[in-house]
């Protein structure tokens, strides 16, 4: 997969990519924007929710959410990240929200991907759509990366680790 579109960030500045609006994925969002003066980067899609802190679920873990301005809204279903040297992919996957993404990163002799709750939940309520969250892990399982960082789940690899374990939460929708 060739991304689309390219931008530079500042070696110098601080980043926070939010792959989705959910509250324990950008609770802290406005923390680092203030102590470390972050650019915030999610996609579009997510962002009015991040920025005026609406369908976050942050009701469902009865916690206030602080909104926070989002610097890079990243458009369409691809873009790639320079930070120094290294390049971050960034692929647009709606399912678990309208705006989800995932990233990936290549190395000298792996991917490694940056994949967020893939097990779900894949609930309505929470802004999810089956049919696109099975295009989208789909569409992760097609990178054939070779460790997967999953927020809540820790590291799996070899890349048949990773493709195992996608493919057990596709089988489930």
Request: charged content about 25%.
């Amino acid at each position: 997969m060739i991304p689309e579109s390219v931008s530079v960030l500042s070696s110098s500045s601080t980043t926070v990519i939010a792959t989705h609006s959910h509250f324990d994925h950008i609770g802290s969002l406005h923390f680092f924007r203030e102590k470390y003066h972050a650019q915030i980067v999610a996609h579009e899609l997510d962002a009015e929710s991040i920025e005026q802190g609406t369908n976050t679920a942050a009701e469902v873990y009865n916690v206030k959410y602080i909104p926070c301005p989002v610097d890079m809204k990243i458009k369409g279903e691809t873009k790639t990240l320079h930070f120094g040297n290294d390049k971050l992919n960034i692929i647009h996957t709606p399912g678990h929200t309208e705006g989800s993404i995932a990233l990936y990163m290549d190395t000298d002799d792996k991917r490694v991907l940056f994949g967020q709750d893939i097990h779900g939940p894949y609930l309505p309520e929470w802004g999810a759509d089956v049919i696109k969250a099975r295009k989208s892990l789909q569409k992760m399982i097609n990178l054939k990366a070779d460790i997967l960082c999953e927020g809540h789940f820790g590291i799996y690899q070899p890349a048949n680790e990773v493709q195992d374990f996608i493919n057990k939460y596709l089988k489930k929708l």
